[in-house]
């Protein structure tokens, strides 16, 4: 399927992207646009932004009910579609957000995205955290939900039952995760009917996971990064003084300039290399398509990956600390240190 005509003359072929293969055999263009603002850019600019970047070449569209912008998005999509862009040659994935993990509340939620992005359909629904705690837009590090708790994995798979319960109803043609550890997702591969399609994952170059990288590759889960480029507008709540900066690691700049692109693409031709996808967002037209280039373009060389590979600093960048259930907790609970799910 070709760009439609109206395309601008710089746009990409999205024959042209790769794709990562599913279990069920469907195609997951391997470069998606996010959509999360980091609660500073508006949900109009977004919402334009997923009308330059189908118009680009994308067809890979990464929401979340939480982002704020899921309605302005579905403008979008109504007019690519009355445009010409088929509706089987996007990939619309969403998320339930933490406190639509009732059993009832899951369905009641993606019925709701579905009627805010204007789609009979999602490609993919993911639970976007495990854990039934939230956060309000615009927090601080220091918010905690009044009723917060750890893991709980009866009431996970409650959630996962409802889940499931969409793909027989024809609202979704996938279900994943998103924030799991490896011994929550062998509890959930254990109990599940459907098992995960996908696991969104935090991966970029200071922080490259191949451990769990490959554990849910050879359990058929595709690993899809977020934060690929070491999430430069992430939230005020999300940093913290000993953060790395990717994009200005000596290695990944020294790449760049060999090649003649901006670090950025360094990261991205790193992470399709691996065979995952990425998720990486913006809202300027030069920089979400030269994303999308990185896609087209020659890979970067094995000496490359090798040298990448020795600057994994182990940097995770969104720790989740408003997640936290307990007072005194450092956000490694969040992530099952020592392989064990914290109470």
């Known amino acids: 399927m070709k760009t439609p005509g109206s395309a601008p003359p710089d746009a990409v072929d999205p024959d042209d992207v790769p794709a990562v293969r599913l279990a069920s055999g469907a195609r997951l263009p391997a470069i998606g646009l996010g959509t999360f603002g980091s609660d500073s850019v508006p949900a109009q600019a977004v ?6 970047a189908v118009e680009a070449g994308y067809r890979h569209l990464d929401c979340a009910s939480v982002y704020g912008n899921q309605r302005e998005i579905g403008h979008s999509l109504r007019r690519l579609l009355a445009s010409g862009i088929r509706r089987e040659d996007l990939w619309v994935t969403s998320k339930l957000w933490n406190d639509q993990h009732g059993e009832r509340d899951v ?8 009627r805010d992005l204007q789609l009979d359909h999602l490609d993919l629904f993911l639970v976007h955290w495990p854990f039934p705690n939230f956060h309000p837009p615009g927090c601080d590090v220091h918010a905690r939900s009044r009723d917060a708790s750890p893991y709980i994995h009866e009431r996970y798979m409650a ?6 319960k969409l793909v027989a109803m024809g609202l979704v043609r996938h279900i994943g995760t998103s924030n799991m550890t490896v011994p929550k997702l062998e509890l959930l591969l254990r109990d599940a009917e459907i098992p995960p399609a996908v696991n969104q994952m935090e991966m970029h170059p200071h922080f490259q996971q191949p451990e769990f990288f490959r554990w849910v590759v050879e359990r058929g889960i595709a690993p899809v990064g977020y934060s690929p480029l070491g999430s430069p507008g992430r939230p005020a709540r999300d940093r913290m003084p000993d953060d790395t900066v990717d994009m200005d690691d000596p290695v990944i700049l020294a790449i760049a300039g060999r090649l003649g692109v901006h670090p950025s693409v360094v990261c991205l031709k790193w992470a399709l290399h691996r065979g995952g996808a990425a998720i990486p967002f913006s809202v300027k037209r030069s920089h979400y398509l030269s ?9 970067l060389t094995d000496a490359d990956m090798t040298a990448v590979a020795g600057i994994d600093r182990g940097c995770r960048l969104i720790k989740g600390q408003v997640f936290l259930w307990r007072d005194g907790q450092s956000w490694e609970d969040l992530w099952d240190p020592d392989g064990r799910i914290p109470q």
């Open 107 to 114: 369905v009641l939620s993606c019925e709701r995205t579905l």
């Open 159 to 164: 959630t996962w039952r409802s889940m499931e």
């Open 47 to 52: 919402a334009d932004a997923v009308l330059g």
């Open 291 to 299: 994303n999308l280039r990185a896609a087209v373009t020659p890979p």
